[in-house]
């Protein structure tokens, strides 16, 4: 069964970094494409970044200098590295891909999220 996990959601002070990890495991046959979603409290979700299999990137106006998404194939994973926080960062972090699985066809598949809460 293919599967998404993130890891790395915590506690941040404003300013500071947090770098989110998402892995795939399962019968992969390819990674059409990976994103990361976030949603605030009491708001809905919302797309954040993307990275496509060929290496095209996509951002979000309210995180273009600051976040920076990369994927590492080899190891089915990919990051999104968070860096001058802000408050409004708080949410719960989504990892999506697009992924093909052996012996079936390609589909969407989306992580458990990860919490991410910037305050002092």
């Known amino acids: 069964q293919v599967q998404l996990v993130e890891s790395g959601g915590g506690l941040v002070q404003p300013g500071g970094s947090l770098r989110l990890s998402c892995t795939a495991s399962g019968r992969i046959s390819l990674i059409y494409s990976m994103g990361w979603y976030r949603q605030p409290p009491g708001k809905q979700r919302e797309l954040v970044t993307s990275?496509?299999?060929?290496?095209?990137?996509n951002y979000e106006d309210y995180v273009k200098g600051r976040f920076t998404i990369a994927r590492k194939n080899a190891k089915n994973t990919g990051y999104l590295q968070m860096n001058s926080l802000k408050p409004e960062d708080t949410a719960v972090y989504y990892c999506n891909a697009i992924m093909g699985q052996i012996g079936d066809q390609r589909n969407n598949y989306w992580g458990q999220g990860t919490k991410v809460k910037v305050s002092s």
């Open positions: 990275i496509t299999n060929g290496g095209n990137t």
